[in-house]
């Protein structure tokens, strides 16, 4: 069941096997925008899994969640304007002004349609319903004649 989600961890990212493959994404990126990969614990339980992101400083609207090709992709993005003007703050060091995150997994057999999310106090909770077995026995199938 493990291998239904990628582990990762810190130094997957000094120097990942697909640093090619997104090198010249790197020159479409914002500057001043880090990239992170947020904390996620995935819980299973009898019909679903429960996955729960924690996504700091986020607001619900800058969340992104979709489900295609047994592909979870939950991604975050938070921008301000380095040019805003606050009369009432004097800022000495600003460094959470852009703030991105991003992370797939890879779940088969989950009842796409069933999906639900929900998001408080800066936790992404997604429940991920388990399709019903008789209906991927049927579907993976292969009649004989």
Known sequence: MKNLFPIVNDTDFLFPDNVFNNFPLS?????GTTYNVPKVDIEMKDNAY???ADLPGITKEEVS?????????LTAK???SADEKDEKRKYICKERMN???CRQFVIHDIDHEGIQANFKDGVLEIMLPKQDQKKIEEKHRITIR
């Open 27 to 31: 020159f479409t990126q914002p500057a």
């Open 50 to 52: 429960i996955l729960r």
């Open 65 to 73: 969640v979709t489900y295609d090709d047994d592909v979870l992709t």
């Open 78 to 80: 938070h921008q301000e």
């Open 99 to 101: 703030n991105a995150y």
